[in-house]
């Protein structure tokens, strides 16, 4: 895989803002957001995410659209020894997951506002451990699936960020963009797919938390796909592809 990306491109199609906030969610965006928010600039290419968060910790894990942020919030919680980055473009899904991050205190949270994207290009290659996708806006129509976030570019653009060995989680309950998925992945040789047996993408693993979307979708009796990848050492023969 190539890890010159060249310049990238801002690609958010979903809707950025919902209903009107209520007062408390306000004033979480008005005070506690601005803390957390990511200071990256135009041509950053090499930052090293360590240094937003505070020395205990070890690694960086991130999340892709983290929606109302309950799936980042247990992870936060649950690892607390982990720096996570949470994008979401969708003013309430990020007004959400500061509410959750002020009821539970966390102190490994960071926060980007805009395409996912966009970020993962400023960080430094190998510097993120861990990244979730889950359940990414479908985009069902063939003449919208260049908008889907899984596509050669953008896996250009996680790949670089991520670190040898690093995992790279995906759920979809969309049966077309689960098979794109498996698709553009199996086409790439910087990623290895972990799964060994139908019950490894049928279900999750026990630090895989339910998320939002997952419950409703469950809901409606859909079957989810879940991913998990491993990306291969660079330069390390067939897997590290560099
Ligand atoms: C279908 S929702 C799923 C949310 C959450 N992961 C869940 O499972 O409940 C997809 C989310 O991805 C966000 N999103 C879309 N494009 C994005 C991008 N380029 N970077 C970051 N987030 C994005 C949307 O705003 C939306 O909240």
Redesign the pocket.
């Known amino acids: 895989m190539n890890e010159d990306i060249g310049p990238v491109l801002r690609?958010?199609?979903?809707r950025r803002r919902g209903k009107p906030l209520n007062a408390a969610r306000q004033q979480l965006m008005d005070r506690l957001l601005p803390r957390l928010l990511l200071p990256v600039e135009e041509g950053d290419a090499n930052l090293d995410p360590r240094m937003w968060f505070g020395p205990g910790v070890r690694q960086v894990w991130f999340e892709?659209?983290?929606?109302?942020g309950e799936?980042l919030a247990w992870q936060a919680q649950n690892h607390p020894d982990v720096g996570i980055i949470g994008?979401?473009?969708?003013e309430t899904?990020v007004a959400g997951l500061l509410s959750e991050v002020s009821a539970r205190n966390l102190q490994n949270v960071r926060i980007w506002t805009d395409?996912?994207?966009l970020l993962l290009a400023a960080l430094r290659p190998g510097s993120i451990s861990r990244a979730f996708l889950?359940?990414?806006?479908p985009w069902p129509k063939a003449r919208h699936h260049k908008r889907r976030?899984v596509s050669p570019d953008r896996l250009d653009i996680l790949s670089r960020a991520l670190a040898d060995g690093a995992e790279f989680r995906a759920a979809t309950d969309h049966e077309d963009y689960g098979e794109w998925i498996l698709r553009h992945m199996a086409d790439r040789d910087d990623f290895e797919w972990l799964a060994e047996r139908p019950g490894d993408w049928r279900g999750r693993t026990t630090d895989w938390p339910q998320?939002?979307?997952?419950a409703k979708a469950l809901a409606r009796g859909a079957k989810p796909l879940y991913l998990r990848y491993r990306r291969g050492a660079r330069g390390a023969g067939p897997a590290g592809g560099d």
């Open positions: 690609r958010v199609y979903g892709i659209g983290f929606g109302k799936h994008c979401e473009p969708y899904g395409d996912a994207a889950l359940f990414p806006d976030f998320t939002r979307y997952e």
